[in-house]
T-cell receptor
Framework: GEDVEQSLFLSVREGDSSVINCTYT??????LYWYKQEPGAGLQLLTY?????DMKQDQRLTVLLNKKDKHLSLRIADTQTGDSAIYFC?????????FGTGTKLQVIP | DTEVTQTPKHLVMGMTNKKSLKCEQH?????MYWYKQKAKKPPELMFV???????INESVPSRFSPECPNSSLLNLHLHALQPEDSALYLC???????????FGPGTRLTVT
């Protein structure tokens, strides 16, 4: 099965940019996703990128995909306190979505 | 409407109880999923339904029994659970089985 790894924790100051990184092993993933989970809540789909794309921008969010290095990143511009949450990257292949280990983003006011 | 609803929000049950979790979506999605999530861990896939038929069972113990009565509803029947089954149970749906999944808020289950 696929392994998807993320760093456990990231702390940034309000107004700065956050970059959350993800590495994966299965290059056959059709889509790669970023989900946000606030405490006690379900997962909110933030954005996704098709595997033949290198970059996708959606308002404050920028997703970069490096297929050669199997590396996915999510950049959040002008990070706000409301962005504090756990962020999961995920890849889909053959009906299954495999989630990364999750990165807890702490935004310091 | 990109909403997936789940009931109940919280459930406490004894090891001899029988209970059911419910999930509903009205987005016309043809794939629905059950996930289990333990604290500080990513969701783990349990079951996938595609066009109301069970297509994936990730070797889940038989004390968890899924049911898809129609294309909008997904149930998870629980019987004789163990304390280690306590977790957040998440339902999700997607247009097909390869596209983005939309999650419900989850049911927080505690087995005593």
């Amino acid at each position: 099965g696929e392994d998807v790894e993320q760093s456990l924790f990231l702390s940034v100051r309000e107004g700065d940019s956050s970059v959350i990184n993800c590495t994966y092993t299965d290059s056959s993933s059709t889509y790669l996703y970023w989900y946000k989970q606030e405490p006690g809540a379900g997962l909110q789909l933030l954005t996704y990128i098709f595997s033949n794309m290198d970059m996708k921008q959606d308002q404050r969010l920028t997703v970069l995909l490096n297929k050669k290095d199997k590396h996915l990143s999510l950049r959040i511009a002008d990070t706000q306190t409301g962005d504090s949450a756990i962020y999961f990257c995920a890849g889909s292949s053959e009906q299954k979505v495999t989630f990364g280990t999750g990165t807890k983003l702490q935004v310091i006011p | 409407d990109t909403e997936v609803t789940q009931t109940p929000k919280h459930l406490v049950m004894g090891m001899t109880n029988k209970k059911s979790l419910k999930c509903e979506q009205h987005m016309g999605h043809r794939a629905m999923y059950w996930y289990k999530q333990k604290a500080k861990k990513p969701p783990e896939l349990m079951f996938v339904y595609s066009y109301e038929k069970l297509s994936i069972n990730e070797s889940v113990p038989s004390r968890f029994s899924p049911e898809c009565p129609n294309s909008s509803l997904l149930n998870l029947h629980l019987h004789a659970l163990q304390p280690e089954d306590s977790a957040l149970y998440l339902c999700a749906s997607s247009q097909g089985t390869a596209g983005e999944q939309y999650f419900g808020p989850g049911t927080r289950l505690t087995v005593t």
